[in-house]
């Protein structure tokens, strides 16, 4: 079997069912990938994350670069051995955070040039340093260098932010390619405690060939039909990909934009690689990205909203600091099987918020992720079923009839 590859096993209109295979493993597609920003899913253990579900995981390059640095993660036998976690791996570059940096980058055609939020120090992030790190870090999929404007940007701004990206995706192929033949960098020399274990980067032999990686282009172009269409011929017209990434969405953008968005793309992407929708992860979006053909998924809104007391279920979100559960024996959701619902009522997960425990922002992030996750699955099997229309309308219908925030 190749290294990387994709084939679709069942499909309703644009939505699909199938296996993304990767050197770490195969992913069963569609998928949410927990986020690990910093080579954690904020809360959990990996093996938490394994349990309930999760089968690819997404780390953040920008993060990681910063702290501990990509020469220290790869010294450390990369992403995986890192984390503890065996299966599939993806970076994610740090264009978003990037974007946010807004006081503290510029950005020109070489690349951005960057003030650490950490402690103020300069950094220069072109394409060709974003692959470097990348391929330091070592995960499966890694992504290309993009420039991210936010959703409700002008034509003209979008379209030089669209054509940019493109130009930079030429030079992130161009340093992926010359790292795949030439090795990586010359490591840094790292010293150990006296009878500490040698670092990976003390076999050169063995350390400076990379690992067998794929890079992901990303379609950007805002919420322009014409600039979405003329980002994914680039792309397209640029070589082959195991798969293609679709950027610049859920960024203040009305929902309805997202949705034509992600219909452009689908008539324009090839069906023979997954796409994978960057950053768009509540129930609802997960569900209307698979009826437009998306086939993987992160968001960082599970553990985030796990950490506020906020949790999903079918019937909207719930929020357990309401005075309502202080005497309320329910678990979240009746039939979930997370640890969240299984062991434990609403009133004691209250009582855990209200006198500020950690496990209480630990089991709903555990909830969430599971949540999440168990929709793909349930998603996956409609498809198998051919029942995935009436269950999506269903599912649909029922989370959005309930009030903003459930009781």
Known sequence: MPAFSFRTAHAHG???????TTPHG??????????????????????EVAACGGQMVLSNAYHLYLRPGDMMVRALGGLH???????????????????????????????????????????????EHVMRIERNIGADVIM???????????????????????????????EFDRISRDGRDVPTDFTVPADAPPLATHDPASDVAPPPQTLFPIVQGGIHAELRRASARGILGSGEWHGVAIGGLSVGEAKSDLHAMLEVCDAELSRDVPRYLMGVGFPDDLIEGVRRGIDLFDCVAPTRMGRDGTAFTPDGKVQVRKSSHRTDRRPLVEGCGCPCCTQYDRAYLRHLFVSDEMLGLRLLALHNVSFLVGIMRDARAALAGGTFETWSDDWLARYRSALPLAS
């Open 144 to 174: 290309q260098l993009d420039e991210l404007i936010a959703g409700q940007a002008e034509l003209g701004d979008s379209r030089a932010a669209m054509e940019r990206s493109l130009r930079w995706l030429a030079r992130c192929r161009s």
């Open 26 to 47: 195969v992913v069963e597609t569609p998928a949410f990938m927990p986020v690990a920003t910093h080579g954690v899913v904020r809360g959990l253990s990996m093996d």
């Open 14 to 20: 644009s939505a699909r069912a199938g296996w993304f």
């Open 81 to 127: 051995a890192f984390t503890r976690w065996n299966g599939p791996m993806l970076t994610d570059s740090g264009g978003f955070q990037v974007f946010s940096l807004a006081k503290l980058r510029t950005v020109s055609e070489d690349g951005v040039a960057f003030r650490s939020h950490l402690d103020g120090s300069m950094h220069a992030y072109t394409p």
